[in-house]
């Protein structure tokens, strides 16, 4: 099993910045893709950006430019840096990883809010 533990929401104007943080636990070694999601009130989840065990990565339209994901894995830490961010990107953000086998795991999600 993994273990997933966020930290780094918060409050936040538009135009400012965050950096949130996900400590992983656990068989570690098993990970294949490192993700985070995000859900705003009525809206469907949305995946932000993910990073592979290769480096590879991805974002959604809506943060390229915004948002970097990142690792650390002597910390066995990710990383997203956002960046000049707007109302619309208020939510909860959950980071997940994905082992080889194909098993999901989560964290508990954490509140971003941008607001003035």
């Known amino acids: 099993q993994v273990q997933l533990v966020e930290s780094g929401g918060g409050l936040v104007q538009p135009g400012g910045s965050l950096r949130l943080s996900c400590a992983a636990s656990?068989?570690?070694?098993?990970?294949?893709?490192r993700n985070w999601y995000r859900q705003a009130p009525g809206k469907e989840r949305e995946l932000v950006a993910s990073i592979t065990n290769g480096g590879s990565t991805y974002y959604a339209d809506s943060v390229k430019g915004r948002f970097t994901i990142s690792r650390d894995n002597a910390k066995n830490t990710m990383y997203l840096q956002m960046n000049n961010l707007k109302p619309e990107d208020t939510a909860v953000y959950r980071c997940?990883?994905?082992?080889?086998?194909?098993?999901?795991?989560w964290g508990q999600g954490t509140q971003v809010t941008v607001s003035s």
């Open positions: 656990g068989i570690i070694f098993s990970i294949n893709t």
């Open positions: 997940s990883v994905r082992l080889f086998d194909r098993r999901d795991y």
